[in-house]
T-cell receptor
Framework: ETGVTQTPRHLVMGMTNKKSLKCEQH?????MYWYKQSAKKPLELMFV???????ENNSVPSRFSPECPNSSHLFLHLHTLQPEDSALYLC??????????????FGNGTRLTVT | TQLLEQSPQFLSIQEGENLTVYCNSS?????LQWYRQEPGEGPVLLVT?????EVKKLKRLTFQFGDARKDSSLHITAAQPGDTGLYLC?????????FGQGTELSVKP
């Protein structure tokens, strides 16, 4: 039980599809994050939400669209993706923003394959 | 430019051996965290070090934060197959958490 639940665990989609990744945290945290994890590369921060307000968008292409309807839920909407977008997408939450040395609690990720 | 360099990137050892993983940077961090990620799962926090020179122990794992808060090491004594996984260091700087590329550890029985 990680406290952070991601669905689906695996997703295969074509380049013209539209899909959404879902993340839910049961820890009462105030900050939520989307990370992209590719082989042999550091975790890439994509989006940060604090108290449901987006506080960071690290030059992510517009084909990725986040949504945070409340402090417990986070979505990543996907459309017209490219094969190089294939990766493990991790959701995380923390009590406060990470600049305060607040540890991250990660979900188990969605393994995305774009064909 | 890689802000946090981890070495080695891959390590395959036999059960019972000792090992050390390094996390180096030219930047100063306010704190540094170590995570372990097992296959099919997300990273899980092992420890946070905050003070320069700090040493923390977690059973067979010993974590050290450099005096200048620019580097850190993780030493595992008598490694077990259950230690297998991806070890990630992450430094807190300027309100952000910056990750290294990870060290893939395989401990064979």
């Amino acid at each position: 039980e990680t406290g952070v639940t991601q669905t689906p665990r695996h997703l295969v989609m074509g380049m013209t599809n539209k899909k959404s990744l879902k993340c839910e945290q049961h820890l009462g945290h105030n900050a939520m994050y989307w990370y992209k994890q590719s082989a042999k590369k550091p975790l890439e921060l994509m989006f940060v939400y604090s108290l449901e307000e987006r506080v960071e968008n690290n030059s992510v292409p517009s084909r990725f669209s986040p949504e945070c309807p409340n402090s417990s839920h986070l979505f990543l909407h996907l459309h017209t993706l490219q094969p190089e977008d294939s990766a493990l997408y991790l959701c995380a939450s923390s009590h406060r923003l990470t600049g305060m040395a607040s540890p991250l609690h990660f979900g188990n990720g969605t393994r995305l394959t774009v064909t | 430019t890689q802000l946090l360099e981890q070495s080695p990137q891959f390590l395959s050892i036999q059960e019972g051996e000792n090992l050390t993983v390094y996390c180096n940077s030219s930047s100063v961090f306010s704190s540094l965290q170590w995570y372990r990620q097992e296959p099919g799962e997300g990273p899980v926090l092992l420890v946070t070090v905050v003070t320069g020179g700090e040493v923390k122990k977690l059973k067979r794992l010993t974590f050290q934060f450099g005096d200048a808060r620019k580097d850190s090491s993780l030493h595992i004594t008598a490694a077990q197959p259950g230690d297998t996984g991806l070890y990630l260091c992450a430094g807190a700087k300027g309100g952000k958490l910056i990750f290294g590329q990870g060290t893939e550890l395989s401990v064979k029985p």
